[in-house]
């Protein structure tokens, strides 16, 4: 499924209310995790970057309003897990992410113990959270990772280990936004391969064929990917917002009717405005 940009902007959370900054945090909050729970469960980077598309994925079809993101980050793990056959028990899951839940909101790390209530609450929410996202697919995916194309389009380039190895950086990188939903894996791993070939200052054939042509995508498209990717960089630190708390205290805060004080210069004696209409 690949999504336009329109249908980004207009997406289920948009239309529930959420501002852009807020589910934009939330995507790259949730993608992060995704990433520092993989690389604690020593999970192959196939496997996280399935994660993080099936995330995007989910969040193009449902509200982060309706679903948390700390659970749905759980479910396509574990989700990933299955889907590349890597053998990982769903304790690992729990107790990973709730070490990176603690650490990344600076809480005191507090280790679970399987006998501990919060241990299989985690544990159900892993599993109601994997039938979720399944159901939402109705248990068909198909997940094409765009970092298979990396190294032997590189290969037939001929470019230098160093360009192969900046160019996976820029593919983590692009995960984390919502380029995966947008475009074919072939376009995303093309501009990260033209984004580090320009870091690096290498040169790629352009006369008397594009090199961009045995990616079978445009020129176009390579700078309109490069450019959300460098966008990237540009974003504060995602973090952690419990959207339904927020929204709650944000109603409550716009409930409260503050008075409006006038001060005489001559006194401390200060007169409330009312808008009660006199008799």
């Known amino acids: 499924m690949y999504s336009v940009s329109e249908e980004i902007a ?3 959370s948009r239309k529930d209310g959420i501002d852009y900054e807020i589910e934009d945090n939330q995507r790259r909050y949730g993608s992060h995790i995704i990433q520092e729970a993989g690389i604690l469960m020593k999970l192959p980077q196939v496997t ?26 759980m479910g396509v793990v574990f ?43 985690l544990k159900a929410d892993v599993m109601e959270a994997e039938m979720t996202v399944l159901k939402e697919f109705g248990f068909l995916m198909k997940v094409e990772p765009p970092h298979k194309f990396i190294l032997n389009y ?39 391969i033209f984004l580090a070939a320009k870091m690096l200052k290498v040169r790629l054939v352009e006369e008397p064929y594009p090199w961009w042509e045995i990616f079978d995508t445009t020129k176009e498209e390579i700078l309109s990917i ?6 990237f960089y ?8 419990d959207i339904e708390k927020f929204y709650a205290a944000a109603a409550a805060a716009a409930a409260v009717v503050v008075p409006t004080t006038i001060s005489s210069p001559a006194s401390t004696t200060t007169t409330t405005t009312s808008t009660t209409p006199t008799s």
């Open 48 to 73: 996280i970057v399935t994660s993080q598309i099936i995330f995007h994925r989910f969040y193009c079809r449902q509200s982060f309003k309706s679903y948390d993101v700390k659970n749905i980050c």
């Open 154 to 192: 590189l290969k037939l380039l001929e470019k230098s280990n160093d360009v192969a190895q900046k160019a996976w950086n820029y593919l983590n990188d692009s995960m984390r936004t919502t380029l995966s939903v947008q475009y074919k894996p072939e376009s995303i791993a093309a501009a990260s």
């Open 226 to 231: 490069s450019e959300e990717i460098n966008n």
């Open 79 to 121: 989700i990933a897990i299955k889907y590349t056959e890597v053998k990982r028990r769903i304790r690992d899951i729990v107790n990973t992410f709730n070490y990176v839940f603690q650490k990344t909101e600076g809480a005191k790390i507090e280790y679970l113990d399987t006998r501990e209530e919060l241990y299989w609450k």
């Open 234 to 241: 540009n974003k504060p630190k995602p973090f952690y917002i």
């Open 10 to 12: 207009n997406s289920p």
